[in-house]
C-alpha cells in the first residue's frame, strides 16, 4: 500500500505564496504520475495541476502562471508551489500519485486526505 501526506497549508492573504508538499511512502516501486486537486466550499474537486514521470506538466487555466507542479521520483515527493494566491484559490487541496508496487505492473490511483489553503483578502 502506498500513504500519502500533504502538508504546507495555511492562511496566507491574497498575492501571497505557498508551497504544499505531498510524502509518499509505502510500498513504492515507482511515481508514474502526481496531481494536486483542490475542492472549494460548495464546488466539485478540480483537477489543478498534473505532472507525469517525463515530465510532461498541465494546469487548470486558472492556475497557469502562477502555480508549478514538480515531482521528486527518487524520494517520492510531489509539490505545488503557489505564488499570487488568490480567494478564489481557497480550497482543500489533494495529492494524487499514481505509484507503482510491483515491476511491470500498472499503476494505481493513491489519494491523500487534504490540506486547507485559505486565502483572505
Known amino acids: 500500500q502506498v500513504q500519502l501526506v500533504e502538508s504546507g497549508g495555511g492562511l496566507v492573504q491574497v498575492g501571497g505564496s505557498l508551497r504544499l508538499a505531498c510524502a509518499a511512502s509505502?510500498?513504492?516501486?515507482?511515481?508514474?504520475?502526481a496531481a494536486w486537486y483542490r475542492q472549494g466550499p460548495g464546488k466539485l474537486r478540480e483537477l489543478v495541476a498534473a505532472?507525469?514521470?517525463?515530465?510532461?506538466?498541465r494546469y487548470a487555466e486558472s492556475v497557469k502562471g502562477r502555480f508549478t507542479i514538480s515531482m521528486d521520483r527518487d524520494r517520492y515527493m510531489v509539490y505545488l508551489q503557489m505564488n499570487n494566491l488568490k480567494p478564489e484559490d481557497t480550497a482543500v487541496y489533494y495529492c494524487?500519485?499514481?505509484?507503482?508496487?510491483?515491476?511491470?505492473?500498472?499503476?494505481?490511483?493513491?489519494w491523500g486526505e487534504g490540506t486547507q489553503v485559505t486565502v483572505s483578502s
Open positions: 494524487n500519485v499514481a505509484a507503482r508496487t510491483r515491476a511491470f505492473t500498472p499503476a494505481s490511483d493513491y
Open positions: 509505502g510500498s513504492i516501486r515507482q511515481l508514474a504520475a
Open positions: 505532472v507525469t514521470s517525463g515530465g510532461a506538466n
